[in-house]
């Protein structure tokens, strides 16, 4: 078996204690405790009908929570039930009470810059990085962004905004190689 070496860009500058959050499959990420312990608001980009990160990682933080995602709604759910996706009638439920309007929220938005192209989606579905983080309450944000290939046109907001992350040396290596 040959060893596999990556280019040193790539190779980690330092070490850092990771914590899972989420299920153990998709839906579950290994993120550096530190950050996760000093943040104080969660934005998820990308949710469909697993939210076990957000779950556990507003347990263990307390953070605020604003979740986006545009396909999941009562007809998503009802749609998964008939299609026989029994237990989406329980996550249903379990949607509804996780996100409770107050300090965890779900917005039926679609992430993407101002001006973006999309036949699909009509201008009062697409949410701007830009609008959200027009006055950031907080400089502690954590980003969790799942949203299907479409991470790359939030690419450029997310270094502009790399300064409100508590994310640590994550941060500095994306406003270094990033630009």
Not at 12 to 36: M, Q
Not at 94 to 118: C, E, L, Q, S
Request: one cysteine or more.
């Amino acid at each position: 078996m040959s060893k596999i070496v990556l280019p040193k860009f790539l190779c980690p500058k330092h070490e850092t204690d990771l914590v899972r959050l989420g299920k153990k499959n998709d839906g579950g990420y290994a993120i550096p405790k530190k950050s996760f312990e000093n943040s104080d608001f969660l934005y998820s980009f990308g949710l469909n009908d697993d939210f076990s990160f957000e779950e556990q990682f507003y347990a263990n933080s307390k953070s605020k929570i604003i979740c986006y995602d545009h396909a999941v709604s009562y007809k998503f759910f009802i749609k998964n039930f008939l299609l026989g996706d029994f237990k989406s009638f329980i996550k249903f439920f379990n949607h509804i009470r996780f996100f409770n309007g107050n300090d965890k929220i779900h917005k039926k938005k679609y992430i993407a810059p101002v001006g973006t192209y999309n036949t699909y989606f009509k201008k009062d579905d697409i949410e701007d990085l830009n609008l959200i983080l027009q006055n950031p309450s907080s400089k502690n944000l954590f980003f969790k962004i799942d949203i299907e290939g479409s991470e790359y046109r939030i690419f450029d907001q997310l270094i502009k905004y790399s300064q409100y992350m508590k994310i640590g040396d994550f941060a500095k290596i994306i406003g270094k190689y990033g630009k």
